[in-house]
């Protein structure tokens, strides 16, 4: 039984640290995967923080995209919003 247990708690231990939420809302509207950034700015207004995404592999390392944090209030989850060409194209729960 000590096996099971010592098993069942590696997998536990390797599930990530973030989960994938699909869609978001913000305040009374709701933004999901396929919305435009300039719909989540109109929704959700300025995210709290931003970040570059680049694509490491490339010698320049241009950008492709940016992840927008967003947190409402102190006890809402943050959400990560990936944005790729203009577009939401990961939206995930980021734990704390």
């Known amino acids: 039984m ?3 247990q010592w098993m069942l708690l590696c997998v536990i ?3 990530p640290l973030t989960s ?3 869609a978001m809302r913000c305040k009374n509207a709701l933004i999901s ?3 435009s950034s300039f719909n989540v700015q109109k929704k959700c207004g300025q995210p ?3 970040e570059d995404i680049i694509d490491e592999r490339l010698l320049d390392a241009p950008k492709i995209g940016e ?3 967003y947190q409402a209030r102190e006890s809402d989850i943050p959400q990560a919003v990936t ?3 203009g ?3 990961q939206i995930e729960d980021l734990t704390r």
Do not use: F, P, S
């Open 13 to 15: 231990a390797l599930v």
């Open 2 to 4: 000590a096996m099971k």
């Open 20 to 22: 994938h939420a699909g």
């Open 67 to 69: 992840r927008w944090t």
């Open 33 to 35: 995967e396929g919305d």
């Open 83 to 85: 944005i790729i060409n």
């Open 48 to 50: 709290q923080m931003k």
């Open 87 to 89: 577009k939401v194209t």
